[in-house]
């Protein structure tokens, strides 16, 4: 099971790459915060990344869930660096012993701490890749796009996905 903080999620869908979490095994949840966030607010603004992530709620893609209060979800609110979004997706991943998928540094840290797995965009277009749901240079073609559409990627990091990609074609 998966569950989406916001940033895979947005920046899958400028791309519209979104397919890519249908290759996923098990289900993908969004916690209520993060739909009302990406897609009410979105919408409202007028984002087509948010009409398309949208679109996957409605053929049942990602199931928007609602976040039980726990100690974790009352203890990771009284992290100021940790936002509301993250404390909601880590207290559903932690509730249903899924992944966070995530990319902030500040909600991987406090995951780490709790003991929740987390994954980043990159994993899902680097998994897509390696289990051939798309081709090494459509993997890249997602990076670069990504990071043209404002995903921030470190200079290292990226040429550590390229690597990777590239030695999925060996």
């Not at 947005?10 to 890519?20: C, D, H, P, S």
């Not at 966030?37 to 053929?59: F, H, K, N, P, S």
């Not at 043209?148 to 690597?163: I, Q, S």
């Amino acid at each position: 099971m998966w569950v989406f903080d916001a940033t895979p999620l947005i920046y899958l869908a400028k791309v519209n790459q979104l397919q890519l979490v249908s290759t996923l095994e098990g289900q993908c949840y969004l916690p209520q915060q993060i739909h009302s966030e990406v897609v009410t607010i979105g919408l409202e603004e007028g984002y087509t990344d948010a009409r398309r992530i949208e679109q996957c709620t409605d053929t049942g893609l990602f199931e928007v869930i609602s976040v039980d209060d726990s100690q974790l979800v009352a203890r990771l609110q009284q992290n100021p660096n940790v936002s509301d979004a993250d404390v909601a997706v880590l207290g559903c991943a932690a509730s249903r012993d899924a992944i966070a998928v995530m990319d902030e540094a500040y909600g991987r840290t406090a995951a780490e701490i709790e003991g929740i797995e987390t994954r980043g965009t990159a994993y899902i277009v680097l998994l897509c890749a390696k289990q051939g749901h798309i081709t090494v240079s459509e993997g890249r073609e997602t990076i670069d796009s990504m990071i043209e559409e404002g995903w921030y990627c470190a200079p290292d990091l990226y040429t550590k996905l390229v690597r990777k990609l590239e030695s999925f074609d060996q």
